[in-house]
């Protein structure tokens, strides 16, 4: 049971334009989740989060969108550099239930074509 | 600041050999998290300490894996009898008690490929 899903798993995009990643969840108790960037043969690199009790999160070039009622989140990046190429991940936690688990989805690999 | 870092990088075992890796954390974080990562997967959780108690099991840890925080600073995971299909990327992450911040900062992750 996939509690969540990011249903793209690839995505290209050209340099200087938005890069719109979603990510979808089943478990309404779910209050805070996550983005993290992985490179091949590393750990994943925290990028940015966004609490139950907010709608959005800004963090530079990156923003996440929190749609509780669709159950949906989105990470905007723009404008989107070559560096950003990387498979992107999607967590989410039970925090305020006392459940420190963070459950990913399969990710979805972004590519900027320069 | 260092980050969380994972020792040794890569691993290449024998079916059936034991293997153990360890995890430093960012030094002021008491929790402890080990996940595993395969192939086309994203990471999935595996358990959790909070300073040297072991709060949380997935099911997934089976009796062959153990994991130990034994002064509430690093951490070892050990796989006994390896078989195959430990193959995987095993990552751990530490992150601070406090409530305002709950992320989980991720070290550079420990590769298993067993034969």
Known sequence: DQQVKQNSPSLSVQEGRISILNCDYTNSMFDYFLWYKKYPAEGPTFLISISSIKDKNEDGRFTVFLNKSAKHLSLHIVPSQPGDSAVYFCAASESNFGNEKLTFGTGTRLTIIP | DTGVSQDPRHKITKRGQNVTFRCDPISEHNRLYWYRQTLGQGPEFLTYFQNEAQLEK????????????????????????TEQGDSAMYLCASRSSGRADKTQYFGPGTRLLVL
């Open chain 2, 58 to 81: 997935s099911r997934l840890l089976s009796d062959r894996f153990s994991a130990e925080r034994p002064k509430g600073s690093f951490s070892t995971l050990e796989i006994q009898r």
